[in-house]
């Protein structure tokens, strides 16, 4: 199964878009069948994915809705059959596809459904004579024509995937996790309150994807108090969670605080994770060492998404996420103050120090709390780069201080 050549690029400035994925196909011939079950297997991954319906391919030309909804889709699947190319509005559709690739970065997957690339790629066989009727038909549009034959040409030279004498549910099943991993770079959507947050995400990814970590990824968030760990923490946590990719997720939040004030609370933690991931758990964790065995019993062919939130001490990794518990492919996240206690829990761990904002970012996360605007007036200038100084970059003390100071005056004596 080969990959796509198409990137994507991390960026919380991406593109608005209403579905993961557009299916272009010719209707007549696997509507009913290997696009059908495609189309479900996408959608119980929870790959929202846009199908036209089968009444709109009787229209003459393809419907503005059709380029709009591909234009806002992240991805393109395209199912290249042996009478796509019979459909102008296929071909259409192929066209407005590829614009979107060069010009917005959407992913696009071909599947070569019982044809040979070459042949699209060369435009022999039935391919070949769907044209010779689309030149006699458009006679004089021969450029309409040509169009479509480059764009077959390119799409024919994408690293794509062969659907030939295989199981096609087997099949389906592999391409899914393929499309999940290509989604994995989901468009965020960060609260305008989290200066800063955007870089900090590019960093972590950045971290997480060119480590040579396999099987279960350790991944530390470490940092001084108020420096912003669960922060990050949540929006990685969100942002990986809507990728569709993993089979259950659960994010423990302060767990030093819960083992401190709670009874049992190692106990009370296990039974939220494994409440988290296992619907309709049958029974409640009596003490660690039961709740250590049934984590690994029910999770360990499972590929999960776990943050444990703020840990302080090794037995509170040893109980909750044991290196072998977890099924190939999941990722464990921990926010800690303490860097060593990661290095001393896995062997492998992927270590991401939080660094400080820089002043750009710390004062408008100063100005939002202190003046409900991203930049302070003449004024409070001055103020404000005291204040930013005074706060070192850590995004706490920079909301405690706005917050304190806001609606307060200079001139009152009540900011000095």
Same mark, same amino acid.
């Given at each position: 199964?080969?990959?796509?050549?198409?990137?994507?690029?991390?960026?919380?400035?991406?593109?608005?878009?209403?579905?993961?994925?557009?299916?272009?196909?010719?209707?007549?011939?696997?509507?009913?069948?290997?696009?059908?079950?495609?189309?479900?297997?996408?959608?119980?991954?929870?790959?929202?994915?846009?199908?036209?319906?089968?009444?709109?391919?009787?229209?003459?030309?393809?419907?503005?809705?059709?380029?709009?909804?591909?234009?806002?889709?992240?991805?393109?699947?395209?199912?290249?059959?042996?009478?796509?190319?019979?459909?102008?509005?296929?071909?259409?559709?192929?066209?407005?596809?590829?614009?979107?690739?060069?010009?917005?970065?959407?992913?696009?997957?071909?599947?070569?459904?019982?044809?040979?690339?070459?042949?699209?790629?060369?435009?022999?066989?039935?391919?070949?004579?769907?044209?010779?009727?689309?030149?006699?038909?458009?006679?004089?549009?021969?450029?309409?024509?040509?169009?479509?034959?480059?764009?077959?040409?390119?799409?024919?030279?994408?690293?794509?995937?062969?659907?030939?004498?295989?199981?096609?549910?087997?099949?389906?099943?592999?391409?899914?996790?393929?499309?999940?991993? $290509? &989604? =994995?770079?989901?468009?965020?959507?960060?609260?305008? %309150?989290? !200066? /800063?947050?955007? @870089? +900090?995400?590019?960093?972590?990814?950045?971290?997480?994807?060119?480590?040579?970590?396999?099987?279960?990824?350790?991944?530390?968030?470490?940092?001084?108090?108020?420096?912003?760990?669960?922060?990050?923490?949540?929006?990685?946590?969100?942002?990986?969670?809507?990728?569709?990719?993993?089979?259950?997720?659960?994010?423990?939040?302060?767990?030093?605080?819960?083992?401190?004030?709670?009874?049992?609370?190692?106990?009370?933690?296990?039974?939220?994770?494994?409440?988290?991931?296992?619907?309709?758990?049958?029974?409640?964790?009596?003490?660690?060492?039961?709740?250590?065995?049934?984590?690994?019993?029910?999770?360990?062919?499972?590929?999960?998404?776990?943050?444990?939130?703020?840990?302080? $001490? &090794? =037995?509170?990794?040893?109980?909750?996420?044991?290196? %072998?518990? !977890? /099924?190939?492919? @999941? +990722?464990?996240?921990?926010?800690?103050?303490?860097?060593?206690?990661?290095?001393?829990?896995?062997?492998?761990?992927?270590?991401?120090?939080?660094?400080?904002?820089?002043?750009?970012?710390?004062?408008?996360?100063?100005?939002?709390?202190?003046?409900?605007?991203?930049?302070?007036?003449?004024?409070?200038?001055?103020?404000?780069?005291?204040?930013?100084?005074?706060?070192?970059?850590?995004?706490?003390?920079?909301?405690?201080?706005?917050?304190?100071?806001?609606?307060?005056?200079?001139?009152?004596?009540?900011?000095?």
């Amino acid at each position: 199964m080969a990959s796509s050549s198409n990137s994507t690029v991390f960026s919380s400035t991406k593109r608005k878009t209403n579905y993961d994925v557009f299916l272009s196909f010719r209707g007549e011939e696997t509507r009913s069948s290997f696009t059908s079950h495609l189309y479900a297997a996408l959608c119980q991954k929870g790959i929202f994915t846009f199908l036209d319906d089968d009444k709109l391919e009787r229209g003459k030309s393809i419907s503005p809705g059709l380029f709009k909804a591909i234009k806002h889709s992240r991805c393109s699947i395209i199912v290249l059959s042996r009478n796509y190319a019979s459909s102008s509005w296929c071909l259409d559709e192929l066209v407005k596809i590829l614009q979107c690739m060069k010009n917005d970065g959407q992913i696009v997957l071909p599947i070569f459904y019982h044809v040979d690339p070459s042949h699209v790629r060369k435009q022999s066989g039935s391919i070949g004579k769907a044209f010779q009727r689309h030149e006699q038909v458009l006679s004089d549009d021969l450029e309409k024509v040509k169009s479509w034959r480059e764009a077959l040409k390119e799409v024919a030279d994408l690293a794509g995937w062969h659907v030939h004498n295989r199981n096609e549910a087997k099949f389906i099943q592999d391409f899914i996790v393929e499309v999940s991993t $290509k &989604l =994995d770079v989901a468009p965020l959507n960060i609260s305008a %309150d989290l !200066f /800063g947050i955007d @870089s +900090r995400l590019e960093k972590l990814n950045y971290c997480v994807r060119t480590s040579s970590v396999n099987g279960v990824c350790f991944i530390g968030i470490c940092g001084m108090g108020g420096i912003g760990k669960t922060t990050l923490a949540k929006a990685y946590y969100e942002w990986m969670s809507s990728s569709s990719q993993f089979e259950g997720n659960s994010f423990l939040s302060n767990v030093r605080e819960v083992c401190e004030k709670k009874k049992n609370g190692l106990v009370y933690l296990q039974n939220c994770l494994l409440s988290d991931i296992i619907n309709g758990l049958p029974k409640k964790i009596r003490d660690v060492h039961e709740g250590m065995d049934m984590i690994s019993d029910r999770l360990c062919h499972k590929k999960v998404l776990i943050v444990l939130d703020d840990v302080d $001490k &090794l =037995d509170q990794l040893k109980v909750l996420a044991n290196g %072998d518990w !977890f /099924g190939f492919g @999941s +990722r464990i996240i921990v926010t800690t103050r303490d860097e060593s206690l990661l290095t001393s829990a896995f062997r492998k761990s992927i270590i991401y120090r939080v660094e400080e904002l820089s002043n750009n970012d710390a004062l408008q996360l100063f100005s939002r709390k202190a003046f409900k605007t991203v930049h302070p007036s003449k004024d409070y200038e001055e103020m404000s780069k005291q204040v930013i100084t005074y706060a070192s970059g850590l995004p706490l003390a920079l909301e405690v201080l706005g917050s304190f100071l806001c609606g307060k005056s200079i001139r009152s004596g009540e900011v000095l």
